[in-house]
């Protein structure tokens, strides 16, 4: 069997919520059924809104209900840190400089945002091309009034996956993407930039996460391409509701692990998620080990999943 390994990289701005920990779950069953390595990576690309004490208590979560990595968080050392990887992204930025078209944008988070401008099925607005081809003579005169983003231009290019619980997914990257930003004006970088690179060099074979994130994939997949990386397999998960439909957030307090930890066992954490995942027959409190030998990504609805009936009553 090829080498697998599976990564879990969350975005430590607050504590752990059930959405988060399914997709622990699923990443770790999915490369632990394997036999493969299993990494934990944390995504606080925004250091101020992401600080370190957050990322311990998710590894403090992650402990508790059961899942195990090989490599990454604190005890391996800031390298696990995306916060701490600039130069490696400013390495591989300047690869892309020379594969594509970066090229520096000048707009506002308001223009950008006008009325006038098209938007995606996702909510994202299509870049109108306002920057791309400005003259040297005009990006000197501009960058005198603010600081630069740094953005890509998207060739003519379709680019098609097949997601291991979605199903085929295609997308033209001028029309359902356009140019897109690699670093922000602030000098932090883009997550899709930094999402890929990790990937690549961390040897990332398999990449679970919310189904959310499906449209970031081509891009992805794109960036994988160019920097010379083997683009890993994606599966994107269903999200988790709460009992109005709403998916689960971060905002959702009363349903986040540092609550639940006082109320349920990691079993019947675990437990309930594997059941409203169709892994399990019904509702009973187990270990994620005990899950390992009936996993199986067919299992998995595309659709997304309701809350849990334990944890509604949490829920006020
Ligand atoms: N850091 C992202 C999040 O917590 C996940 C990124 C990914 O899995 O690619 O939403």
């Given amino acids: 069997m090829p080498h697998v390994c599976g990564r879990f990289a969350p975005s430590p701005s607050g504590r752990m919520h059930l959405g988060n920990v399914l997709c622990a779950l699923l990443s770790w069953l999915s490369a632990r059924a394997k036999g493969g390595k299993y990494l934990l990576r944390i995504e606080d690309l925004d250091a101020e809104r992401c600080p370190r004490s957050y990322a311990n208590l998710i590894e403090d979560d992650l402990r508790w209900l059961g899942l195990d990595w090989d490599a990454g968080g604190a005890a391996d050392g800031d390298s696990w840190y995306q916060s701490c990887r600039t130069p490696i ?72 996956f097949s997601d291991g619980v979605q199903g085929p997914y295609t997308e033209h990257l001028p029309s359902e993407c356009g140019d897109f930003l690699l670093r922000r004006s602030d000098g932090v970088f883009a997550y899709q930039l930094a999402v890929t690179v990790d990937d690549g060099l961390m040897g990332v074979t398999e990449v679970v996460r919310g189904r959310d994130l499906l449209s970031s994939t081509a891009r992805q997949i794109w960036l994988h391409q160019l920097l010379g990386f083997h683009p890993p397999d994606y599966f994107h998960i269903p999200l988790l509701l709460d009992c109005d439909g709403r998916r689960l957030s971060k905002r959702d307090k009363d349903l986040d692990l540092g609550v639940l930890r006082q109320r349920f066992s990691p079993e019947q954490v675990i437990g309930a998620l594997a059941f409203a995942a169709h892994l399990t027959e019904r509702p009973r409190p187990i270990s994620p080990q005990d899950l390992l030998s009936g996993f199986d990504w067919n299992r998995i609805p595309r659709t997304d999943l309701y809350l849990p009936n334990i944890f509604r009553s949490q829920q006020l």
């Fill in 89 to 160: 992204y400013e390495k591989y930025a300047a690869l892309l400089q020379e594969k594509a078209e970066v090229y520096p944008c000048f707009c506002s988070r308001a223009a950008l945002h006008a009325a006038s401008a098209p938007h995606l099925s996702d909510g994202r607005v299509l870049y109108a091309g306002t920057c791309y081809g400005l003259n040297a003579k005009q990006i000197y005169e501009k960058r005198k009034r603010r600081a630069p983003a740094d953005r890509i231009h998207v060739p003519n290019l379709t680019i098609s």
